[in-house]
């Protein structure tokens, strides 16, 4: 089993509409939890991060938290073009000078 | 601008050859990290230093060998390079202690080194 698991895609959403990523992590002691947008040839860019249970809702971007259930998932409301890129879920163990780990990501894009 | 940088941002090379990376930050930052991105845009954490000590060394070869000179800097330097060794090697920093405009935990990345090994 990966220790961080997204499917791959690539993911379809229409302009407007709302895209869903998820993300499942297999280390339950796990307490980080980041969500980073790549573009095509760019560096990754870290966009959202959580720590509790619950949502957390920043612009655009809500990205949800269910340590029991081992889930995380990041929701984009009314989707952009510019939206467009591999989203690529984080984990880390604890605070300080612990290792990320990274799924594969997930190619999101947005149809005009 | 405040950043972090690495050179080169493209390397090709023969196999067998020895090459080096540079990443600077300049963020105030006491973190520093070393990633291998692979052609399926796996990323994941080769080398991590905190003020200028070995924290987290990942079952990587011993051909890879990073250097931290001070706590702004880390460079990586490759020896007898092989086909396998190409990917995009990314340069990350971040900062384990709050203050004004410090953000703990979050990792901040440099453009990127395309290594291509012929």
């Known amino acids: 089993q990966k220790e961080v698991e997204q499917n791959s895609g690539p993911l379809s959403v229409p302009e407007g509409a709302i895209a869903s990523l998820n993300c499942t992590y297999s280390?339950?002691?796990?307490?980080?939890f980041f969500w980073y947008r790549q573009y095509s040839g760019k560096s990754p860019e870290l966009i959202m991060s959580?720590?509790?249970?619950g949502d957390k809702e920043d612009g655009r971007f809500t990205a949800q938290l269910n340590k029991a259930s081992q889930y995380v998932s990041l929701l984009i409301r009314d989707s952009q073009p510019s939206d467009s890129a591999t989203y690529l879920c984080?984990?880390?163990?604890?605070?300080?000078?612990?290792?990320?780990?990274f799924g594969t990501g997930t190619r999101l894009t947005i149809i005009p | 601008d405040t950043a972090v940088s690495q050179t080169p941002k493209y390397l090709v090379t023969q196999m067998g050859n020895d090459k080096s990376i540079k990443c600077e930050q300049n963020?105030?930052?006491?973190?520093m990290y070393w990633y291998k991105q692979d052609s399926k845009k796996f990323l994941k954490i080769m080398f991590s230093?905190?003020?200028?000590?070995?924290?987290i060394n990942e079952t990587v070869p011993n051909r890879f060998s990073p250097k931290s000179p001070d706590k702004a800097h880390l460079n990586l330097h490759i020896n007898s390079l092989e086909l396998g060794d190409s990917a995009v090697y990314f340069c990350?920093?971040?900062?384990?202690?709050?203050?004004?405009?410090?953000?703990?935990?979050?990792?901040?990345f440099g453009p990127g080194t395309r290594l291509t090994v012929l």
């Open positions: 984080a984990v880390k163990r604890a605070f300080g000078n612990e290792k990320l780990t």
């Open positions: 990350a920093s971040s900062v384990q202690t709050r203050g004004p405009g410090l953000f703990p935990d979050t990792q901040y």
């Open positions: 959580i720590y509790s249970n």
């Open positions: 963020l105030g930052h006491d973190t």
């Open positions: 230093y905190n003020n200028k000590e070995l924290i």
């Open positions: 280390d339950r002691v796990s307490q980080s």
